[in-house]
């Protein structure tokens, strides 16, 4: 039998927490040690994996384990690997290290945040590789609901400030901001799993009575049924993608949670809610896919010029990022809407770019935060000449955020926005185009105001730049920036081993449908 790499790779963070959980408070080092040790096992394990996909082809899934689980009704353990999934499993390798690198100065309870934290990240790994519809609900829980505790127990309190036009609309943390920060994420997200679970249990019910995805593909759902149950599945999944109106939750997770728990937060937990928009609702959905198109690529693009008008409205550094994520989720769920390989092959691309772009951005937060205690914009100035490694990652970051060629965020636009102009709905290009210069106003805007200006202020001038710790997540989230953005075909060639398979059966499906 051949190893199961891909339970492997799952298993891993999980094993990890439930060692701390024998462990006594005072071994911080320990604890420390095991988390970085399971993250690292895990990155290599996706890396094996994506080389593999690679070398086997444009075969559609890899490396399948079945174990019935509760035959009566159709469950089991179904785990397998297509393109898309593998470059995921990789993003979650490489964030899940980064954070758990940034996280080794902790000193607030670090077992018990390491547990909460590995098991999210075990359910994420299980999300990208289920191929059980109800394992892979089943996984989507466990990795959104410990970010309650997350953000409820280790997340930063206090008032935020908005101005701007666009304040009227933005949230504000009060005091004991990070309790309703949390409550608001679950409540929100919760109610997504509700349409979500509804809709799987439809789908089940009109398919045979499976949860088998490969088999629920091969079902010719009528049209009518596909456009009742699609919004269920793209507004519960979108929910968690920063789906507009539907996004609020998100700046006040992202402002209120801790720097790892920011990093996975954005880099990784958004990305469940878009995969899930394109592997279940499209997938196999088909039909329902073209009916609902227009509406998906419409809200798509106000989620692009509605996340950067708010971003550029901001002056807390963290809701600047937070708002910023729901723009390029934006692109996301664009991509997805254009039907078209170039504008897939971008949503998985632009998942990736984003998830690392912002868990970089995420990290020099933490970073900036952790020394001068202040997020507000207005106060800082001139920090790149006492954190001259810093002020580069976080301008690589902005580059790669308003999409300058030779970093990964330009290579998952120009797909998404070639898809657009591709499509039944050209126009979807011009919003988006307009969004990604509203983008370079408010990154510029940004990093000229904290790194380049005059400065520092007196109070700021004994800060110290990244050390040892946190320059191993900034050159592991930074290199991959570049090496993606210059050598796209690494990322590319993986993600196209799926999208022509998916994508053909989609136009096949629904040949009757009108877009």
């Known amino acids: 039998m051949a190893f199961p790499i891909l339970s492997f790779i799952i298993a891993m963070p999980a094993l990890a927490a439930l060692i701390m959980l024998f462990l006594p408070d005072e071994a911080k080092t320990a604890v420390r040690t095991i988390a970085v040790s399971a993250s690292i096992a895990s990155l290599l394990g996706a890396i094996w994996v994506v080389r593999e996909v690679l070398a086997r082809g444009p075969a559609t899934f890899h490396f399948e384990e079945r174990y019935n689980l509760v035959p ?29 690198v940034a996280s080794t100065t902790l000193e607030n309870r670090p077992r018990e945040f390491y547990i909460f934290l590995l098991g999210l990240v075990s359910g994420v790994f299980g999300v990208f590789v289920a191929q059980d519809l109800f394992v892979f609900f089943l996984f989507y829980e466990i ?64 398919g045979g009575h499976t949860f088998d995805m490969g088999q629920l593909a091969k079902v010719s759902f009528s049209p009518r049924l596909q456009w009742w ?17 539907f ?19 954005a880099g990784v937990l958004m990305k469940l809610g878009a995969f899930g928009v394109l592997r279940v609702g499209m997938v196999l959905l088909p039909d329902g896919a073209q009916q609902w ?15 950067a008008m708010s971003a550029m409205a901001q002056k807390d550094l963290k809701y600047i990022i937070a708002y ?20 897939w092959n971008g949503a998985m691309f632009q998942m990736f770019a984003h998830g690392i772009m912002t868990a970089l951005f995420f990290s020099l937060v933490g970073l900036i935060y952790e020394r001068t205690h202040d997020r507000w ?48 709905n050209s126009w979807w290009a011009v919003p988006g185009g307009i969004g990604a210069l509203v983008t370079a106003v408010y990154v510029l805007r940004g990093t000229r105001d904290i790194f380049w200006g005059e400065g520092p202020p007196e109070k700021f001038a004994h800060l110290t730049d990244a050390g040892f710790a946190e320059r191993v997540s900034l050159w592991t989230l930074g290199t991959t920036l570049v090496v993606f953005g210059v050598w796209p075909r690494l ?17 096949a499906h629904g040949a009757g449908v009108t877009p």
Not at 81 to 92: E, F, K, M, R, Y
Not at 293 to 307: D, P, R
Not at 493 to 502: E, F, K, N, Q
Request: proline share 4%; charged share 5%.
């Open 324 to 343: 910023s994520s729901v723009s390029h989720m934006g692109v996301v769920l664009l991509g997805a809407a254009t039907l078209t390989v170039n504008g």
């Open 143 to 206: 990795a959104v609901l410990p970010m309650y505790l997350l953000i409820g127990i280790w997340g930063s309190t206090g008032k935020v400030k908005s101005e701007g036009p666009f304040a009227w609309a933005m949230d504000r943390l009060d005091v004991g901001g990070k309790e309703y920060a949390a409550m608001k994420l679950t409540l929100v997200l919760l109610g997504g799993s509700a349409l979500i679970l509804a809709a799987m249990l439809g789908m089940y019910q009109a």
């Open 293 to 307: 198109a227009f509406a998906v690529g419409t809200i798509a693009v106000i989620n692009i010029v509605w996340g």
């Open 247 to 265: 996004h609020t939750w998100s700046p006040d997770g992202h402002a209120a949670a801790p720097t790892a728990v920011s990093m996975l937060h």
């Open 377 to 424: 914009i207005p106060n800082m100035g001139g920090f790149a000449k006492v954190m001259p490694l810093t002020a580069a990652f976080f301008t690589l970051a902005c580059l790669s955020s308003l999409g300058m060629p030779g970093t990964a965020g330009f290579v998952a636009e120009f797909l998404v926005f070639l898809g657009a102009w591709q499509s039944a």
């Open 491 to 507: 990322l590319l060639d993986l993600i196209d081993t799926a999208t022509p398979v998916y994508l053909a059966a989609l136009q």
């Open 229 to 245: 149950l699609f919004p269920a599945l793209w507004v519960g999944f979108g929910a968690l993608a920063g789906l507009f109106p």
């Open 72 to 100: 009566s009704l159709g469950i089991q353990y179904l785990v397998a690997v297509d393109g898309w999934g593998a470059s995921l499993l990789l993003l979650t390798g490489i964030i899940t290290f980064a954070g758990a």
